[in-house]
Nanobody, 120 residues
Framework: QVQLVESGGGLVQPGGSLRLSCAAS????????MGWYRQAPGKQRELVAS???????DYADSVKGRFTISRDNAKNTVYLQMNSLKPEDTAVYYC??????????????WGQGTQVTVSS
């Protein structure tokens, strides 16, 4: 089995920062693309940022210049550093990873989600 466990969400004032972490565990052969999605109330889940195993990152236009995604392949962990947070960043943030297991084709796994609230 594979698990993704997120941490680091919370309440922060506008302009503040938070760092999210997501650690993958279980019988993992290889982790390919890892990413962060978010879903605000009444809205569809959207991709925030993604990063390949080689470190190539991509961002949604709404977070470019404010968020930074990174990963530690040795720890099977992906991070999302969020700076200059705005109220519109308020959402549940989900970690996603494409993971291959021995003799099992790669598939996507989701974390349980962590709430980020930006409010004064």
């Amino acid at each position: 089995q594979v698990q993704l466990v997120e941490s680091g969400g919370g309440l922060v004032q506008p302009g503040g920062s938070l760092r999210l972490s997501c650690a993958a565990s279980g019988t993992i052969f290889s982790i390919y693309v890892m990413g962060w999605y978010r879903q605000a109330p009444g809205k569809q889940r959207e991709l925030v940022a993604s990063i390949t195993s080689g470190g190539t990152a991509d961002y949604a236009d709404s977070v470019k210049g404010r968020f930074t995604i990174s990963r530690d392949n040795a720890k099977n962990t992906v991070y999302l550093q969020m700076n200059s947070l705005k109220p519109e960043d308020t959402a549940v943030y989900y970690c996603n990873a494409a993971i291959g297991r021995f003799l099992v084709p790669p598939r996507g796994y989701w974390g349980q989600g962590t709430q980020v609230t930006v409010s004064s």
